[in-house]
């Protein structure tokens, strides 16, 4: 296929396939019809009010904050592989997954924080921790890295099973539930409470995302085309800790997903951050719609997005370290 015709499809298909989600479903009495009916007048009270809080109160808030979450994951992993020069890394990979389901669970069994900020405050904390540990005189590794994001992870991970552990047993359900990633109880109040983080971290990155062209090249020619690295890097990892923590923190932790979509952009539109970042963002938020609509309509119960993601993103995660010939070498 044209490369040029494959882009134009993602950018076409989203609006086709998220006004086709909203009437897939498990309730019967909510199909197209009925909907035309309600846009018409031609309900009576009780059927209307059913089918308004199906549509509108239900499934549309739903659709709009999977497929928020898809494309902020989606462009977030897209950044940081372009960040660190490593088609490896992810929002999960490096940790920042864990730590910002720690700080959210934390929020959840303690309220003492909004959820959305201890999500951003422990998300920030693990992807720093993990450049940190992986850094060694001014150079990262690709081994380095994975296995700095693997430690971060682990501690997080442990951390996150103490707060369920201490948890009474009303919010230890909502805890575990939601560390596997759903959208269970979507609505319009979740959705609000994640947008403007959200929103502000994918404008600024894709404001920058020239200049992430300049950083794949290496320090040295960011230096030489009057750019600070080391700052850029850090702003821009702080961009990518709100806008993720903000999908955390709403979602829980989709697994994986921030590293399959960016390689599957690059292998339609190239390595161009300038076009790959916007492609990812249409196009992650579409697939995990297509993900989610699955994962509500296909058994009777609703089973855990993060389950799906993991399923289809870590053969993905072996495939690319055997494409990338992953080892011990320096």
Excluded: C
Excluded at 87 to 110: D, I, M, R, T
Excluded at 124 to 131: K, V
Excluded at 157 to 172: E, K, M, N, Y
Aim: hydrophobic share 55%; aromatic share 10%; net charge positive.
């Amino acid at each position: 296929m044209n490369k040029r015709i494959a882009i134009l499809l993602i950018y076409a298909l989203p609006l086709p396939v998220l006004v086709l989600s909203l009437f897939i479903g498990p309730s019967a009495q909510a199909g197209p019809g009925d909907l035309l009916q309600y846009l018409t007048g031609s309900l009576d009270y009780n059927k209307a009010a059913l089918i308004e809080a199906i549509f509108f109160d239900v499934r549309l808030p739903r659709i709009l904050l999977v497929f928020l979450v898809g494309g902020v994951l989606a462009l977030s992993g897209s950044t940081l592989q372009a960040v660190f020069r490593n088609p490896l890394v992810s929002p999960y990979v490096l940790g920042l997954s864990s730590g910002a389901a720690f700080g959210a669970a934390l929020a959840l069994a303690l309220p003492l924080l909004p959820v959305t900020v201890s999500a951003f405050f422990f998300g920030l904390t693990a992807i720093g921790f993990s450049y940190f540990l992986a850094q060694k005189n001014k150079t990262l590794s690709v081994v380095s890295l994975i296995l700095a994001g693997i430690i971060v992870n682990g501690i997080f991970t442990a951390l996150l099973t103490i707060v369920q552990f201490v948890s009474d047993p009303f919010r230890l359900q909502t805890i575990v539930l939601w560390t596997m990633g759903n959208f269970q109880n979507a609505g319009w109040g979740k959705l609000q409470a994640a947008i403007l983080p959200a929103a502000l971290g994918v404008s600024l990155l894709l404001l920058f995302r020239w200049r992430l062209n300049v950083l794949a090249l290496g320090d040295d020619e960011a230096r030489s085309a009057g750019i600070d690295p080391v700052r850029t890097k850090r702003f821009v990892l702080l961009l990518v800790s709100l806008a993720s923590s903000a999908a955390v923190a709403t979602a829980g932790v989709i697994s994986l997903y921030g590293l399959m979509i960016p390689h599957i952009i690059r292998m339609v539109a190239g390595v161009d951050n300038q076009k790959t970042l916007p492609l990812n963002l249409v196009f992650g938020g579409m697939f995990l719609v297509v993900i989610d609509t699955i994962s509500r309509s296909v058994t009777d119960f609703e089973i855990p997005i993060g389950i799906f993601t993991m399923l289809l993103g870590a053969p993905f995660f072996i495939y690319l370290m055997k494409k990338n010939s992953i080892g011990w070498q320096r």
